[in-house]
């Protein structure tokens, strides 16, 4: 079963899906999982998760970031996105979430992809205390350190004649406030606050993110569990990869 949710908040109008168990009965309260989506892209990424772990016992929650790919969210353009504005997103689903009645308020569990998984990183630290556990998938913890280095998702940025607007990955306008924004954060400092169980999974092959990133996660989390997904690219697309990482997900879930 699938419900489509919207949330309305001034100019913004967020749109997802929550994801129930097929053998839901109505009445108990589910664990939730709320998963956000890399950069460019939408909640049809997401989705190959959620099909996958909500039978398991789960809701799973799916969102399009505003001004992220060509979702169903509105409100943003993309040259006025930042991790900050993202965060601020989350913020609003996380909020909307607690508030249905078939949640349970005390296992809501995080989960983020690529740039969702920084996103996620830093949210959680921010609210630790409400947070079951957090799972990470190639989490683009690099992107701070790429921007000061004049970098963005490949393409080359000149930090002191900065374009008000610039295009990368040959389809995403940005703008200066995801730069300005970016160079101001240290993710380390931020995400060594949160103390609850992690995963993250990540491949040995990723393009864009290196692996050292996550270990380097690893080794800050207090209680962490890297698992290396061999010949893994940067999003898994192989079905191997996908169903590796599902086990490993719903294991560290129910454990």
């Known amino acids: 079963m699938i419900k489509d949710f919207e949330i309305k908040k001034e100019d913004i109008l967020i749109r997802g899906e929550v994801y129930l168990p097929p053998d839901y009965d109505g009445q108990s309260k589910l664990p939730v999982i709320i998963m956000s989506h890399e950069f460019g892209l939408t909640l049809n990424s997401t989705a190959r998760y959620a099909r996958r772990i909500c039978p398991s016992g789960y809701a799973v929650c799916i969102f399009d970031f505003p001004g992220s790919g060509f979702g169903k969210s509105q409100g943003r353009d993309s040259v006025d996105m930042s991790i900050f504005t993202l965060k601020d997103d989350l913020l609003s689903v996380f909020e ?7 949640i349970d308020k005390d296992r809501i569990i995080m989960g983020g992809l690529s740039q969702g998984g920084l996103v996620t990183a830093l949210f959680a630290a921010e609210h630790t205390d409400e947070i079951y556990k957090m799972f990470l998938y190639y989490p683009a913890l690099c992107i ?3 921007v000061r280095a004049g970098n963005i998702m490949g393409t080359k940025i000149d930090l002191d004649n900065l ?6 990955t040959g389809s995403v306008n940005l703008g200066r406030k995801f730069v300005e924004d970016a160079v101001k954060l240290d993710p380390w400092k931020e995400m060594e606050g949160f103390d609850k169980p992690v995963l993250i999974c990540h491949g040995t092959k990723d393009e864009l993110v290196d692996i050292s990133y996550a270990k380097k996660a690893a080794d800050l989390y207090k209680d962490c569990k890297l698992v290396e997904v061999k010949g893994g690219k940067h999003i898994f697309f192989m079905p191997w990869h996908i169903n590796d990482v599902v086990f490993e997900t719903v294991n560290f879930l129910k454990a």
């Open 96 to 102: 909307y979430i607690k508030t249905l009645d078939y």
């Open 144 to 146: 701070p350190d790429e």
């Open 163 to 168: 374009e008000e607007k610039f295009r990368v």
